[in-house]
């Protein structure tokens, strides 16, 4: 949920432009969620080696797919 481009005006020059952001998250997303994601940036999330291998496993298995494998999810590219 909070993974959004900036242009460079606001990511360099306006340091992220925090207050801009702030009012497009609660616009988008509701003051629920925002509070959620800013309780969630002040816990500490501790993972196990075995966490870390699962992710590797599913990240391992999300690459092996290809574009080609999905082209009604990217109706923009020309087919050959």
């Known amino acids: 949920m909070n993974a959004h ?9 306006k340091q992220g432009n925090g207050p801009g952001y702030a009012k497009f998250m609660y616009s ?15 816990e500490t999330t501790k993972l196990a080696r075995l966490d870390y291998m699962e992710m ?10 290809s574009i080609d494998d999905y082209p009604d999810n990217h109706p923009e590219r020309v087919w050959a």
């Open 56 to 65: 590797i496993e599913k990240y391992t298995v999300k690459q092996t797919h």
């Open 5 to 13: 481009a900036q242009c460079p005006a606001c990511n360099l020059f």
């Open 28 to 42: 988008r997303y509701g003051e629920g969620a925002v509070e959620r994601l800013e309780q969630l940036s002040k």
